[in-house]
């Protein structure tokens, strides 16, 4: 079965680059999409189609996908941004919806 | 706005069938356009998906959890709903409902979610 990889945690310091990888077997060839989650609340869309943001998404988050890995990136990074995340795809040949194990991003 | 909301039992013995609902406001169960799903959480872990439907009624679940799922939708109601069978432990999670996004062939997400309804499997 198609599996989604992801580091469980990441550290940067504020006004820093935060980069969180999600890797596939050929996971270029399809779409990445990534969501927020803070604690005790709902995941929220960060990033779909690889490197689309949903509306109210600051330009400080931008995604990328090739390969076998897809990349979110933090620009800036702030107190606010510390959260779960977690990368998603389809698997088109067996009809799956794929979720990595997520990433706590801390902001020292 | 779209808006989800779960609703379900809270607590359910083992062995047991839990049902849980998502009453949707703002877009139609019945829509074209989107899927619905469901998406379970255990506690301090990640996000797993349980299946999605269609506005059809054509269903996709979980391989790992198939034997003993149904999503179903009552379009009446703007609601679409999920039962699990033969709850254990395992089975304790918050569980969440939400809007997939399809377009395509490859892309799908899920674009808007419920506040997520916790379901404690004990005796």
């Known amino acids: 079965s198609y599996e989604l990889t992801q580091p469980p945690s990441v550290s940067v310091s504020p006004g820093q680059i935060a980069s969180i990888t999600c890797s596939g077997d050929?996971?270029?060839?399809?779409?990445a999409s990534w969501y927020q989650q803070k604690p005790g609340q709902s995941p929220v869309l960060v990033i779909y189609q690889d490197n689309k943001r949903p509306s109210g998404i600051p330009e400080r988050f931008s995604g990328s996908n090739s390969g076998d890995t897809a990349t979110l990136t933090i620009s800036g990074t702030q107190a606010m941004d510390e959260a779960d995340y977690y990368c998603?795809?389809?698997?088109?040949?067996?009809?799956?919806?794929?979720f990595g194990g997520g990433t706590k991003l801390t902001v020292l | 706005q779209v808006q989800l909301q779960e609703s379900g039992p809270g607590l359910v013995e083992p062995s047991e069938t839990v049902s849980l609902t998502c009453t949707v406001s703002?877009?139609?169960?019945?829509?074209?356009?989107?899927?619905w799903g469901w998406i379970r959480q255990p506690p301090g872990r990640g996000l797993e998906w349980i299946g999605s439907?269609?506005?059809?009624?054509?269903?996709y679940y979980n391989p790992s959890l198939k034997s003993r799922v149904i999503i179903s939708a009552d379009t009446s109601n703007n609601q679409f709903s999920l039962k699990l069978t033969s709850e254990t432990a395992a089975d304790t999670a918050l569980y969440y409902c939400?809007?997939?996004?399809?377009?395509?062939?490859?892309?799908?997400?899920?674009?808007?979610w419920g506040q997520g309804t916790l379901v404690t499997v004990s005796s």
């Open positions: 439907m269609s506005y059809s009624g054509h269903t």
């Open positions: 703002g877009d139609s169960v019945s829509s074209s356009i989107y899927y």
């Open positions: 939400a809007r997939l996004v399809i377009r395509g062939e490859f892309l799908r997400y899920f674009d808007y």
């Open positions: 050929k996971l270029g060839d399809k779409y």
């Open positions: 998603q795809a389809w698997d088109s040949s067996t009809l799956r919806v794929v």
